[in-house]
Nanobody, 127 residues
């Protein structure tokens, strides 16, 4: 069982930066692959980034590659998403998630591969 709580969202101007954090509780965090997803109003939840249990492998959506960085600290049970060069189209509720049993791109980009979800944090990018 893993409980996830996101923080760090807010309002930022285009071109700015934000750092999201996800605090996890539960003994299985350090062995779990983790991911970030986002959902804009009227749109489906979409994959943003994922990281394997050790932090050694990560995948990104093409729309954020080069602008966002996912990282984790297993000693602190935290998952972060550093977001830079933000665009208005990055506006969404951002969710952290845990659980894929296989760390392959085709698996981790799919929301149904994750067993646990946080409540989400709102990111709004103004133009």
């Amino acid at each position: 069982q893993v409980q996830l709580v996101e923080s760090g969202g807010g309002l930022v101007q285009a071109g700015g930066s934000l750092r999201l954090s996800c605090a996890a509780s539960g003994r299985t965090f350090s062995s779990s692959a983790m991911g970030w997803f986002r959902q804009a109003p009227g749109k489906e939840r979409e994959f943003v980034a994922a990281i394997n249990w050790s932090g050694g492998i990560s995948y990104y959506a093409d729309s954020v590659k080069g602008r966002f960085t996912i990282s984790r600290d297993n000693a602190k049970n935290t998952l972060d998403l550093q977001m830079g060069s933000l665009k208005p189209e990055d506006t969404a509720v951002y969710y952290c998630a845990a659980g894929p049993r296989t760390f392959a791109r085709a698996v981790v980009i799919t929301a149904t591969s994750y067993d646990y979800w946080g409540q989400g944090t709102q990111v709004t990018v103004s133009s």
